[in-house]
């Protein structure tokens, strides 16, 4: 441990710097190997797999010691973007299909890849990305399927912008409609699935959202395809162009807010893979929370869910800037650190390196920060990683909050509308000097609360490592 401080010391790694709670490591390729990592998996027996968009697959070997390698499992894949273990094969979402490949004579390479399924067309569109797959508990896979931007030679192709089912015998059918650069999909510990998706027309900032059968999230390009007869839901109408994002349903019955809007340049950019801390404390003090990467920003982004009148909202942390290169996928190693597959290839990056493979690992070291922001009747309450210097957390000066909302409209893009500030008129503090309640004048349903907490200490006098946080409050409790 003297060792490891020492090194975190040596690279400025101070107590009030992010990698001093949260170290990245690189795991760097042999030479000649360009590693656009763009799918994460970790195998059966601990090994990690990664996926590149360049078609290869590779196992890391060593992926815990001074000295990984990369073993070439398969190469020739087109854009793979997500890996899959499951039943003995690998499943992996190509530009054109769900394919599934495994290895049946223990060598490491792959020797049978199979079709499972090819049923949506493509127009020859550069942009047209297919996420996934991930496995839904009624033992169907889904996949998420970006719309393109710009020529298609082939002509105009169905399903583009959607989220399609797919059963084990190879049969699709379309499940949600209205996504527009659906970068990240995952299933969280309880079943539901979730998406991200990026900043755009018809997207006022980056999103994260569930996926509900037959709904609608905003974007009207691929609705002509919910003419064909495999959309079995209603068919969504032609969005309202210029209100706000929660007007939308007034109009549009099937349409699904998100669970967090993730407000632009504050949170990111592009926002794109992530997973739920499943690791059972190795990654520190945020078990059950999700952690997500964004590629512009080359960081990763922290999201607590809050449950209210039986619907996801929530609220968005900073957590970890600074790495190589764009995040666009993470998954958990087999010890509980969290890989980081990186590109900026098409999408510019803060990163230094135009691609890559960091590990981020937890030093064992917690991080004073706002643990979870749950809302109430009239305010919120926090969570905190350490317990509080009560005077200050108990002066309403301390507290500060923003609240604004977006436009759903066809423009790139939305600014920050309706701008208000709610006030703190109370500040109570627990017992056990890790929570507080925020009485609020002026909460508004429908809007992003932005918090900053710079007055805010631990009980030895630390500032939080991040002050502020962005709660959307989609509903208020009723009780």
Known sequence: MIALFLTLALQGATRDSEAFYYRAEPLEPPPGVVLEVSGITTLPDGRPMVCTRRGQVFIVEDAYGAHPSFELFVEGLQEPMGLLPHDGWIYVTQRGELSRMRDVDGDDRMDEL???????????????????????????????????FGDEPFGRAKWRGF???????????????????????????????????????????????????????????????????????????????????????????????????????????????????TTDGKFGPFAGQLFIGDQYQASVVRVALDQVEGRWQGAVFPFRKGLASGVIRVGWDARGGLLCGETDR??????????????????????????????????????????????????????????????????????????????????????????????????????????????????????????????????????
């Not at 079709?115 to 047209?128: F, K, L, M, R």
Request: net charge negative; charged share 25%; glycine share 10%.
């Open 163 to 277: 989220a399609l089912g797919i059963s084990p015998d190879g049969t699709m059918k379309p499940m949600c409609a209205g996504l527009r650069s659906p970068a990240g999909i995952a299933k969280s510990p309880w079943g539901e699935l979730f998406y991200t998706d990026n900043q755009g027309e018809w997207v006022g900032t980056g999103k994260l959202s569930v996926l509900v059968d037959g709904g609608f999230y905003g974007h009207p390009w691929g609705i002509f395809s919910c003419t064909d007869p495999r959309w079995t839901y209603e068919r969504p109408p032609e969005p309202p162009n210029g209100v706000k994002c929660f007007e939308v349903r007034e109009t549009c019955p099937t349409y699904e807010l998100p669970v967090v809007w993730f407000p632009y340049d504050k949170t990111g950019r592009s926002q794109c893979g992530f997973v739920w801390d």
């Open 114 to 148: 199979e079709t499972v399924c090819d049923a949506w067309p493509i127009s020859g569109n550069y942009h047209e990305y297919n996420f996934g797959p991930v496995l839904a508990d009624d033992g169907n896979f889904w996949i998420t399927t970006n719309k393109p």
């Open 346 to 479: 098409g999408w510019g990056s803060l990163g230094t390196k135009p691609w890559g493979l960091e590990r981020l690992t937890w030093t064992g070291e917690t991080p004073f920060e706002i643990l979870a922001m749950r809302a109430r009747p009239d305010g919120f309450e926090l969570e905190f990683t350490r317990e509080l210097d009560v005077e200050l957390a108990a002066t309403v000066s301390s507290w500060r909050f923003e609240s604004y909302t977006y436009l759903h409209h066809e423009n790139y893009g939305s600014d920050e509308v309706d701008r208000g500030t709610p006030s703190v008129r109370a500040a109570s503090v627990s017992d056990d000097r890790r929570r507080v309640k925020l009485t609020l004048d002026g909460l508004r349903a429908g809007y992003v609360h932005e918090l900053h907490a710079d007055g805010v200490r631990d009980a030895l006098g630390a500032k939080l490592l991040h002050a502020d946080a962005y709660y959307t409050l989609n509903a208020i409790p009723r009780r």
